[in-house]
């Protein structure tokens, strides 16, 4: 048995659609400083030219949860 395949879990082809369902389309952006984005999602990938674990760790963060349209 896999992580998930769990007794009680939601199939994910019963998910997608309700999470779809209720999540909310975000159109409007705006540019804050990186202290006031606490919370925050983002509207583009962040990108340095520098590698940085702390810049890869705190992208997949801020990323984790967006879903594909």
Do not use: Y
């Not at 804050?32 to 919370?39: K, M, P, V």
């Amino acid at each position: 048995m896999g992580c998930c395949d769990a007794p009680g879990l939601m199939p994910i082809e019963e998910a997608m659609p309700i999470i779809l369902k209720n999540t909310p389309v975000v159109t409007e952006t705006e540019t804050l400083a990186i202290e006031d984005a606490i919370g925050r999602v983002l509207a583009h990938d962040v990108s340095s030219p520098l590698m940085s674990r702390l810049l890869i760790t705190q992208q997949w963060t801020a990323t984790q949860f967006v879903l594909p349209t």
